[in-house]
Antibody
């Protein structure tokens, strides 16, 4: 059974850093196209980043230079390192799988809440 | 970036009604359009991919159509469990973008 379990969210001050994890089971992270998608409270969905099976990474302009997506193949886990956090980064962060480069997200985690506030 | 304009933003309908949501892309995206259902406090769920393909396990009352810039999502007979917010999503090129969502309520 495919499962994605996020962790690492919490309350962080503006300018701080946080690393989110997404532990996968039932499939191999490195063979798929893994994304982070976020949702600010009461708002819609916003794509954040993707790591392709080949290792290429891409980011939304809103997080470029501040966030880094990566994976640990030995742990079958996806990560999102978030630096220089801002209030507007407050959101539930979901990891999501796509089996193709034509990104369609067929499995999602339950989400982890990141709150950036002083 | 490709902008996705979804309408209406909210919709109230009765059980058994036919419900239609539209999504318009700011440029031609071929058929690279997906539809998701999100219930409160839950992650989104993929319903339709590549504009018209039903994801495995999704009831057949859900359907999608369209290509190019104009797309339609339909629930043929609304059920109480369909109360949710629905989003379209394009992948013609990065960044992936979503419509702003349609909140569906029971009348």
């Amino acid at each position: 059974e495919v499962q994605l379990v996020e962790s690492g969210g919490g309350l962080i001050q503006p300018g701080g850093s946080l690393r989110l994890s997404c532990a996968a089971s039932g499939f191999t992270v490195s063979s798929n196209y893994m994304s982070w998608v976020r949702q600010a409270p009461g708002k819609g969905l916003e794509w954040v980043s993707v790591i392709y099976s080949g290792g290429s990474t891409y980011y939304a302009d809103s997080v470029k230079g501040r966030f880094t997506i990566s994976r640990d193949n030995s742990k079958n886990t996806l990560y999102l390192q978030m630096n220089s956090l801002r209030a507007e980064d407050t959101a539930v962060y979901y990891c999501a799988r796509s089996i193709t480069m034509i990104l369609r997200f067929d499995y999602w985690g339950q989400g982890t809440l990141v709150t950036v506030s002083s | 970036d490709i902008q996705m304009t979804q309408s209406p933003s909210s919709l109230s309908a009765s059980v058994g009604d036919r419900v239609t949501i539209t999504c318009q892309a700011s440029q031609d995206i071929s058929n690279y359009l997906n539809w998701y259902q999100q219930k409160p406090g839950k992650a989104p769920k993929l319903l339709i991919y590549d504009a018209s393909n039903l994801e495995t396990g999704v009831p057949s009352r859900f359907s999608g159509s369209g290509s190019g810039t104009d797309f339609t999502f339909t629930i043929s007979s609304l059920q109480p469990e369909d109360i949710a917010t629905y989003y379209c999503q394009q992948y013609d090129n990065l960044p992936v973008t979503f419509g702003q969502g349609t909140k569906l309520e029971i009348k």
